[in-house]
């Protein structure tokens, strides 16, 4: 079955129907079978035909007629104007310009042809085996996710019903981070799956260019191969440990990432026990940039964000300014006295507020519609210095004495 299915395969057809091919004509390099013969000639008066048993044929390249000069075969390739060109066309509108032998061009271009095909086959044998490997990686994570979820429902026996909602919590996370990494590896295996799917399009098409001798389908190939290069073939997707911990009668825990839970125990009496329920969000390790924000101010000072999409900003100078996420200034408030702000902040209710450093004013002043009002003057000999308005309303106040021997 095997043998017949080859010898099928590498049977040649009539170019110009399905039916095996008997003749060549080689002044065309047309594949004929026996009933095209008469309709091939006579679609192509004009041109002389050498038709022969296809064993008895002759390879060589068929020249593009030129648009300009009927009977005309292109011979020649205009390096200026990047098109074909026939005797004519070189000794009239092409007259002066580099003109190549079309048969070198195309030897070049099919030597360049074959490297990439044999590149993009190699990339396609790398890209098959990490869709493999990647396969392999997802199994591993659905089963080692699976287990921690498993572990999960284990842990939540252990522990008292109301803190149910911890577990709920915890499955989420679970679920959300295996959800996103699962994701992570499945779209990156589509996109190798799909950038192998269109390789194995390009170098089909390749190998048929190599095949050919027509002049235009050799010259009109543009490479698409660059864009392939660089995909990676691997995908590093990290899996978090779940972690728990118990001492019996005092205190369980349980920790996955940046999820935290605690549950205490104290004994009040022999009557009562008072249990508190803990959720941790620990910080990151390591810092994470979440947007950038061409302030323009050099040296950049204080800063201090206005909801999610803006802040106010001060440098050396004595100006204050509200830009927006992109860097575009919206506002700016010239303060009294010729020195920076010590320090700037803002009231729940939005208004900026900023320490004067300078010694004889001594002031922590408001600005309301564009307009400063002194909201605290301090005592003489001292001068504030840091700010922070709290969730309650309230503002702190660092301040210094002239001589900088003491703070509160």
Not at 101 to 129: C, G, H, P, S, Y
Request: glycine share 4%; proline share 3%; aromatic share 4%.
């Amino acid at each position: 079955m095997a043998t017949s299915t080859t010898w099928a395969q590498d049977v040649i057809t009539c170019d110009l129907c399905d039916n095996p091919a008997q003749q060549f004509c080689n002044s065309c390099q047309v594949s004929l079978c026996g009933g095209c013969i008469n309709k091939h000639v006579e679609s192509m008066k004009s041109q002389t035909h050498d038709i022969v048993p296809f064993k008895d044929r002759r390879e060589r390249l068929v020249f593009s007629s030129c648009a300009s000069h009927p009977n005309q075969k292109c011979e020649g390739f205009c390096k200026k104007c990047d098109e074909p060109v026939c005797f004519n066309c070189v000794t009239g509108p092409h007259i002066g310009h580099i003109v190549k032998n079309v048969t070198e061009i195309v030897q070049n271009m099919k030597e360049e042809i074959k490297k990439e095909t044999e590149e993009i086959e190699f990339i396609i044998l790398r890209f098959a085996q990490s869709v493999e490997n990647i396969d392999q990686k997802v199994t591993n994570m659905t089963e080692k996710f699976n287990a921690m979820e498993s572990e999960g429902e284990n842990l939540r026996k252990s522990w008292h019903e109301e803190i149910d909602k911890i577990f709920d919590t915890l499955q989420s996370t679970i679920r959300k981070m295996k959800d996103r990494r699962l994701k992570a590896l499945k779209s990156h295996q589509s996109r190798l799956q799909d950038s192998g799917t269109k390789l194995k399009r390009v170098a089909k098409e390749n190998k048929k260019i190599l095949k050919s001798t027509k002049v235009s389908d050799i010259t009109s190939h543009k490479s698409d191969l660059k864009k392939f290069r660089d995909i990676p073939t691997d995908v590093d997707v990290k899996i978090p440990s779940l972690n728990s911990n118990t001492v019996q009668g005092r205190e369980l825990s349980i920790e996955l990432g940046e999820f935290k839970a605690t549950l205490t125990q104290t004994s009040i009496s022999s009557l009562t026990d008072e249990v508190s329920i803990l959720y941790v969000r620990k910080l990151l390790d390591n810092a994470q940039v979440i947007a950038s924000i061409p302030s323009k101010i050099k040296p950049l000072g204080a800063i201090i964000c206005i909801g999610i999409n803006e802040a106010w900003a001060q440098g050396e100078d004595n100006i204050i300014r509200r830009i927006d996420i992109h860097g575009s200034l919206k506002e700016k408030i010239t303060t009294e006295g010729q020195s920076n702000p010590a320090d700037i902040s803002v009231t729940r209710q939005g208004e900026l507020i900023y320490s004067d450093h300078h010694n004889h004013n001594r002031k922590v002043n408001i600005v309301r519609q564009g307009r400063i009002e002194t909201l605290i003057t301090l005592p003489q000999g001292w001068h504030p210095d840091g700010l922070c308005c709290t969730k309650s309303g309230d503002l702190l106040v660092s301040m210094t004495t002239s001589d900088d021997s003491q703070t509160k």
